[in-house]
């Protein structure tokens, strides 16, 4: 019954942007802290940002902040990540993920989905 599904990834290139959506069904995402990863082949799991229940608060890894804007609709249950300025290596397939507290760690996110490929070209 919980699901995320992820869409809107795909080709793009360098420099390019995109923008990625999550879809909740099952729970209600207002009382989740909402997260997005991303992993690329032969590599662990990174997280990227994540934003607290009501919006706002967020929190972004060094490596796209300036970049990447999370953000979310509680009304709708979705979760948003905007892309911009990518490059070959944001080349992975990127997952939503909630979790009950404020933390940055894959390892306390309870509900994942399966995950948009997102791929950037030269």
């Known amino acids: 019954q919980v699901h995320l599904v992820e869409s809107g990834g795909g080709l793009v290139q360098a420099g390019g942007s995109l923008r990625l959506s999550c879809a909740a069904s099952g729970f209600a995402i207002s009382r989740y802290v909402m997260g997005w990863f991303r992993q690329a082949p032969g590599k662990e799991r990174e997280f990227l940002a994540a934003i607290t229940w009501g919006g706002t608060s967020t929190n972004y890894a060094d490596s796209v902040k300036g970049r990447f804007t999370i953000s979310r609709d509680n009304s709708k249950n979705m979760v948003y990540l905007q892309m911009s300025s990518l490059k070959p290596e944001d080349t992975a397939v990127y997952s939503c993920?909630?979790?009950?507290?404020?933390?940055?760690?894959?390892?306390?996110?309870?509900?994942w989905g399966q995950g948009t490929q997102v791929t950037v070209s030269s």
């Open positions: 993920a909630s979790s009950t507290g404020y933390w940055f760690n894959p390892l306390f996110y309870d509900y």
